[in-house]
C-alpha cells in the first residue's frame, strides 16, 4: 500500500467519480476510507463512524461476515472464473439458482438470470419484457411506463425509464417510448395532496390516463421500486401498489419490480413484492444479492413469463442477452453463503424493528429542528428527512448548509447519505439499537451546525 501522503496527493487527480463534478472532487477530494468493521468504517485519517449508509444500500451484512468472505476466498482457489454463456455452466451458479428459486417461490418467481449489478439487472428486465410480448406475438407492445422520481440506474435504458433529470439530461435523446407518471410523493406532488391514500388513487388515475392515451397495445411494461429509494426514500401507501398490479394485469402489461434496495430484507420482508402482497412478473436484484462484497446481480422471472419462453418453438425466445461476468463462479459462491447468512440471521426482523426506531428519532428530530421539512420511512430499514430553507415555500436547504450537517454528523460519528435536500440512512441489517440511537443523537447534532 502505497502511503498516507501518496494517497492524499493523488485522490481523484487520476479517476473520474461517479455522480460527481470532476472539478469539484478536484477542489473537495472525498473522503478515502481505508477499513470496514462490524457496521463501522475507519478513514484514512483514522476517525471510525458508523457507517449509516450500508455501503450503498447493499453491506446489509456489515463488513465483517466471514462465510461470505471465507466463500469469495475458497473460489478464487478453485475456479476463479468461467462463462454461463450457452455451452457451459458452473456449481455454484446452479447452486444458486436452486436456492433463488426457492427463496422467491413466494413471490411466485422461479428462474433467474445473471448479471453484473443493479443497471444491467433493469437493463436485461426491460430487454426480457420486449422479447416476452414478442414472443406472444404482440411485437408492437415496446412502451415503458415508470414513475418520476424512480431511480432505475445508469444504463441508457435505465436512464430512460428514470425519473430524476440529474441522470437524464446530459445524456438525451434517451430511448424512445418511455413515460413518466407522477411518483406517490405526499411532500410535494401535482396534486396538491397530502394525504398517502387519496394520492395514491389519484396516480393510479394518472396511470390509467396514460395507458388509455398511449394504447394498451403499445406498452411492455410497467416499472418502479416498491419504495422508491434514491429519489429520496418514498414508500407509497399499500393500495398504490395493489392498484398498479390489478391495472397491470387487466391490460397485459408486465409489471417489472426493481428490487435492487429491496430484495433480501430491507424493507423487513424478504421482498418488496411479498411486503405489499403483490406478484411481480420479474425483479431486478442486485446490491445485497452478495453483500456488496463482489458485483452481481440476478433478474428473477415469474413461472407465467418463463413458460412462455420457455414453450417457445419457432426460436424467438432465444436470450440474445448476456454478459461475460453473467453467473460468475466468484459472485455465485459469494451469493450462495450470502443467502444462507441471510436466512441464517433472519436480518429482515432487524431491520423491521431498527427502521421503526429510526423512523420514530426522525420524527423526534422533525419536532426539534425547523430545517426538517418532511420525513419519510417506516417500512424497514430506509429512512429520510428533507431539509428545507422554508417550511412554507418548501424552498431545499442550501448546499453549504446541507453540507455543514453532513461535516459535523461524519465528525460525531456518524455517516450519512446527502441526495440533493435528502439525508438518508439505510444502514446495515444488523445494526443494534444502541447504534441507531448513536446515528440519531449524531444527527441531531449535525443538524443543530447548519
Ligand atoms: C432501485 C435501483 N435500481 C438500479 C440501481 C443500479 O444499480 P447499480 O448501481 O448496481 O448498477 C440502483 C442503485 O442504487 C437502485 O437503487
Redesign the pocket.
Known sequence: MKDENFLKANNARHMWHPMAHPADMHANPPRIVTKGSGVRITDIDGHETIDAVGG??NVNLGFSNAAVKEAIKSQLDDLPYYATFRGTSNDQVIELSYMLAEFFEPDGLSRSFFTS????S?EIMLRLARQYHKVRGQAGRTKYLSLKKG????HTG?ASINGNANFRTQYEPLLAGCHHLPAPYTYRNPFNETDPEKLAQLCLQALEDEIAFQGPNTIAAFIM?PVL??GGVIPPHPSFHKGVREICSRHSILLLL?E??TAFGRLGSWSGGRHFGIKPDMI?T??AITNGYFPF?AVMISDAVAETFEGDTAGVANIGSGYTYSGHPVGAAAAVACLKETQRLNVKDNAAARGTQMFEGFKALMEKHDIIGDVRGGVGLMTAMELIGDKDKKTPLDKKRIDAVYEATYAAGTMVRVSGPNLICSPALVIEEAEVAKVLSDIDHGLSQA
Open positions: 450503498l444500500w449489478g443493479g443497471s444491467d433493469v431511480y432505475h440506474g445508469t435505465g421500486e429509494g434514491a426493481d435492487v434496495i431486478s442486485a446490491k446481480g
